[in-house]
């Protein structure tokens, strides 16, 4: 009967059973239990001090919310679809085990500001563990880092040998990426941090509630200002979705890199047997199956934007039940992201790291072309000219395969008189790198030292 939900007085026909079904959010919003219950704490303990309700139904009530979440914790509760969400769910079992104190909680209350009040604090929690891990990450990063401020490997651009870079300073980029990360969840955090407790179904209460204690009681910076869009506006989960769809593709760059450094063609490194898997047809292969699923888990968690993005988009004031969808996009990206970063900090202590291969492909493919026209620079020649003579060099060495230090006097003369065998013969992968030595360089000196600032700032970053 549809009398017998908590909405149900002005119905007559009951619920259909998929209609049941298909309306039902509790599979999904189950987990925000503690939150809810906690929401409705606030709330209770609001009305009481308001005179609202009665000392003694807000007494009950909060006994009775403490046994509902033990029996939760330890599995004891059914949560049922005929109950729609995890709101009705506990709502109804208050009731069911206080009687008429459980009926008076939902005084100056609606599902829409539970809703939109129960999300911020769980999401609250979620970013906070999230940035422990991405933390842990930056850790394990930096360690790495520094055992390979030496480390010398080929930099890239258009995947092209460009200049010899430290492999620290490359892992270092990445702990740059993963700090703005954090800023974003930051940043998003505090924004959603108001609570929408008060707003009631969209225009507020008649009742002499008392949104700053709510707002207290659950560390919120304060309320939400305007009741409407207190309950409709979902752009908090946008700002996540965001900021968790750029954290994954970071660690999708990353992923892929370690995909192009594990294979036959570049050996750089080697990621440990626990975390490949083997081909059923080809005995050799060794599969980095982890950073390729981490670069995959990037394009469902940025199709879980998109989906908030057009579910919100055009969508009136204020609650409206396509709403409900929010929760499953944003779940799996938080639940997603943490994942990839756990597979990130565990696989990467053990990952084997061919330095002698990565300081061989750096010293191939004219690397310290560069370095050459700036030793030209440094005697005098216009960076223009020094470009198009160490340009000749490069095509005469092709030709020749031959490196750029291998020379010799009468080739260099024949080039350009400027360009002497002192020049090209200072040329290698080492002094490339070392001269590098500004803040933001490549230099080895300088990623110890950023390793040494990151160590600090990532002591206090948990705090
Ligand atoms: N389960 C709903 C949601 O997640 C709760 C709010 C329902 N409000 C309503 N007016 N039907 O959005």
């Known amino acids: 009967m549809a009398q017998d939900k908590l909405w149900g007085g002005r119905f007559d026909a009951p619920t259909d059973k998929f209609v049941e079904e298909f309306n039902?959010?509790?599979?999904?919003?189950?987990?925000?239990?503690?939150?809810?219950?906690?929401?409705?704490?606030?709330?209770?303990?609001?009305?009481?001090?308001?005179?609202?309700?009665?000392?003694?139904?807000?007494?009950?009530?909060?006994?009775?919310?403490?046994?509902?979440?033990a029996?939760?914790?330890?599995?004891?509760?059914?949560?049922?679809?005929?109950?729609e969400d995890v709101h009705m769910n506990i709502e109804s079992r208050l009731t069911d085990a206080i009687g008429d104190a459980g009926k008076r909680l939902h005084t100056a209350r609606s599902r829409n500001d539970q809703v939109a009040t129960d999300i911020r604090l769980y999401l609250r929690r979620r970013v906070n563990e999230l940035l422990t891990r991405i933390h842990s990450l930056q850790r394990v990063l930096v360690t790495l880092a520094h055992e390979h401020a030496d480390t010398i490997m080929p930099g890239f651009t258009h995947l092209q040998t460009a200049q010899p870079v430290t492999f620290g300073h490359h892992l270092l980029a990445y702990v740059e990426m993963l700090d703005r990360d954090t800023g974003r969840l930051l940043d998003a955090r505090q924004r959603m941090n108001h609570c929408p407790l008060?707003?009631?179904?969209?225009?507020?209460?008649?009742?002499p509630i008392d949104r700053h204690f709510t707002a207290a009681e659950l560390s919120f910076n304060g309320p939400c200002r305007n009741s409407l869009d207190a309950v409709s506006d979902r752009d908090f989960v946008m700002e996540l979705l965001s900021a968790c769809s750029i954290c994954a593709i970071h660690l999708s760059r990353f992923s892929e890199e370690?995909?192009?450094?594990?294979?036959?063609?570049?050996r750089f490194v080697e990621l440990s047997d626990a975390f490949c898997t083997g081909s059923s047809i080809m005995p050799q292969k060794k599969n980095p199956d982890m950073p390729e699923l981490v670069r995959g888990k990037a394009g469902r968690i940025i199709g879980g934007l998109v989906a908030m993005l057009v579910t919100v988009k055009s969508l009136p004031l204020a609650y409206n039940k396509d709403m409900q969808e929010d929760k499953f996009a944003i779940f799996d990206a938080f639940d997603q992201l943490e994942g990839c970063l756990r597979i990130f900090v565990d696989m990467?202590?053990?990952?084997?790291?061919?330095?002698?291969?990565?300081?061989?492909?750096?010293?191939?493919?004219?690397?310290?072309?560069?370095?050459?026209?700036?030793?030209?620079?440094?005697?005098?020649?216009?960076?223009?000219?020094?470009?198009?003579?160490?340009?000749?060099?490069v095509a005469h060495c092709i030709d020749a395969d031959i490196q750029l230090h291998e020379m010799d006097i009468s080739t260099c003369t024949a080039i350009d008189v400027r360009l002497t065998a002192d020049l090209v013969r200072t040329l290698s992968v080492e002094s490339s790198v070392?001269?590098?030595?500004?803040?933001?360089?490549?230099?080895?000196?300088?990623?110890?030292?950023?390793?040494?600032?990151?160590?600090?700032?990532?002591?206090n970053a948990d705090a």
């Open 71 to 83: 029996e939760i914790e330890c599995g004891e509760m059914q949560f049922t679809v005929a109950l």
């Open 258 to 266: 370690l995909i192009l450094w594990m294979s036959a063609q570049f």
């Open 24 to 69: 039902a959010s509790v599979d999904v919003d189950a987990r925000m239990y503690r939150e809810d219950i906690a929401a409705s704490r606030a709330h209770a303990k609001m009305l009481g001090r308001q005179d609202i309700l009665a000392d003694d139904d807000v007494k009950q009530i909060l006994q009775g919310l403490n046994d509902i979440e």
């Open 348 to 393: 990467l202590p053990g990952m084997a790291v061919n330095k002698e291969t990565m300081r061989k492909a750096a010293a191939t493919g004219y690397s310290t072309a560069t370095d050459l026209a700036d030793a030209l620079v440094r005697a005098e020649v216009p960076f223009r000219e020094a470009h198009a003579i160490v340009g000749k060099a």
């Open 198 to 207: 008060g707003a009631a179904a969209l225009a507020g209460t008649t009742f």
């Open 434 to 459: 070392a001269a590098r030595n500004h803040v933001g360089g490549t230099a080895p000196v300088q990623v110890r030292e950023q390793c040494a600032q990151w160590k600090t700032q990532l002591e």
